[in-house]
Every structure is written in C-alpha cells, then in structure tokens.
Nanobody
Framework: QVQLVESGGGLVQPGGSLRLSCRASGRDFSMSTMGWYRQAPGKEREMVATMTHSGIADYVESVKGRFTVSRDRFNNMVYLQMSSLKPEDTAVYYC?????WGQGTQVTVSS
C-alpha cells in the first residue's frame, strides 16, 4: 500500500534549524507534486512548501527565506530544511505526495 513516512521532527530552540525527511513508497511519485503542510493546535492545516515534478517550489509567505523544500524524484523523497525557526512554527508537519498524506511529525520551537 502507499505510505509516506516522515522523520526529523523534534524540539528546537528559537533560531535553530531542523530538517524533515519524507520517504514515500507503494507507487511512483516522480510525476506528482510533493511537499509539506502543517497544523498547529486550534488552527486549520496549511500548506508550508510544495514542489512540482518539474521543480517549481511554492511557499507560504511566513516561511519564505527560512525554509527550503527539495526532493529526490527518483527515490520518492521530499525534504524540508527549516532555519531561523520561530515559536509560531510549532505544529505537526505532514508530508504530502499528491493525493496522499503522511501521519505527521511534531515540530516544537521553544526555549
């Protein structure tokens, strides 16, 4: 079956960095959009960063200049490099491989 498995979440201090990874399996995602969404407590899930199969990236305004999405199309991997993290980045981060979702990984930014 199709699975998207995230890793790399955790607790980090404000200003710190984390790298999230997502491994997709069960089908070929090389021609699909992949990326990351997040959901903070009491808020709706929002798109953080996505990348099309042709390498076009899109970011929510609040992370531009701080986060970078990348992918390895041939190995069905997608990554999110997060820098200059802020407390408001705290959320469960979900890997997205059109139209499938991972189970989420918690990112907490706190001192």
């Amino acid at each position: 079956q199709v699975q998207l498995v995230e890793s790399g979440g955790g607790l980090v201090q404000p200003g710190g960095s984390l790298r999230l990874s997502c491994r997709a399996s069960g089908r070929d995602f090389s021609m699909s959009t992949m990326g990351w969404y997040r959901q903070a407590p009491g808020k709706e899930r929002e798109m953080v960063a996505t990348m099309t199969h042709s390498g076009i990236a899109d970011y929510v305004e609040s992370v531009k200049g701080r986060f970078t999405v990348s992918r390895d199309r041939f190995n069905n991997m997608v990554y999110l490099q997060m820098s200059s993290l802020k407390p408001e980045d705290t959320a469960v981060y979900y890997c997205y491989g059109q139209p499938y979702w991972g189970q989420g990984t918690q990112v907490t930014v706190s001192s």
